[in-house]
């Protein structure tokens, strides 16, 4: 890009960002700094690829996880503005986190992308479903680099769950098994492609969740080739220090 177009880009760049700071009090989630959700620095620092995340202890048959960065600093405080205070400028930024996570995954089959579903009445109190946001859109940008991927709301919760926050391994377990099922007419839809699916989420911890939602899939043929998700805790990913 030539220089003088360069410098009318940064230009009109800071007068956007003034312009969102002073109209709507917008701070980058990452450092603070007026303007934008997510400032061009704290965007460089995001990864640009995704690694094995498994859990310890591992559920057992899970199949195999990746996320793109840990569940930390700036991502974390990405995830959580998108979730809870519909930040929703933050959605592609992090749509491409979880899409290097199924880059991963996926081969060059078919695959359906398939989000955990949220509690009953949890979409409707926040407004919106991130997780559903999120995975469409890594779908489509995936979709523009030629991979053969759709998203599909294919699983539902049966409710009944109490929040997993504070509950360990066994008891997210045991809170979740038999919590998720597959949507009839969804899945009639997919009937006679020959996919797989590859779940996903935005942050992984027990992994108790994911594989929950690989049951509820495999229970209806449905084979599921990993789970992807923007973040995890609970491991060492190379490059991220301690999750
Ligand atoms: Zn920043």
């Known amino acids: 890009m030539p220089l003088e177009q360069r410098t009318r880009t940064c230009w009109h760049r800071r007068v956007r960002d003034a312009f969102t700071d002073l109209v709507l009090g917008g701070r980058c989630v ?9 400032c061009p620095a704290c965007a ?7 690694w094995p995340a498994w859990p310890t202890p591992t559920p057992a048959g899970l199949a195999p996880p990746y996320a793109a960065a840990a569940y930390d600093s700036v991502v974390r405080a990405m995830v959580i503005a998108h979730k809870e205070r519909t930040v929703l400028a933050l959605g592609r930024p992090l749509a491409r986190l979880l899409s290097h996570s199924v880059a991963a995954i996926a081969g060059t089959g078919p695959v359906v992308l398939v989000p955990v579903p949220s509690r009953p009445g949890t979409t409707r109190t926040r407004g919106h479903d991130p997780t559903w946001t999120l995975t469409c859109s890594a779908a489509r940008l995936l979709a523009c680099k030629g991979y053969a991927v759709t998203a599909a709301r294919l699983l539902v919760s049966r409710g009944g769950v109490v929040d997993q926050a504070g509950l360990g391994a066994v008891a997210r377990s045991a809170n979740l098994t038999g919590s998720m099922c597959c949507h009839a007419a969804s899945l009639r839809r997919l009937a006679g492609r020959r ?14 969740t994911a594989r929950e939602a690989q049951r509820a899939l495999e229970a209806v ?6 789970i992807a998700v923007v973040a995890a805790t609970r491991r060492r990913l190379p490059g991220h220090g301690h999750v």
């Open 30 to 38: 990452g450092c603070g700094h007026g303007g934008r959700a997510l």
């Open 44 to 50: 460089t620092t995001l990864p640009d690829r995704a």
């Open 195 to 208: 996919v797989c699916a590859v779940v996903c989420d935005d942050v992984l911890t027990t992994g108790s």
């Open 221 to 226: 043929g449905v084979p599921v080739a990993g």
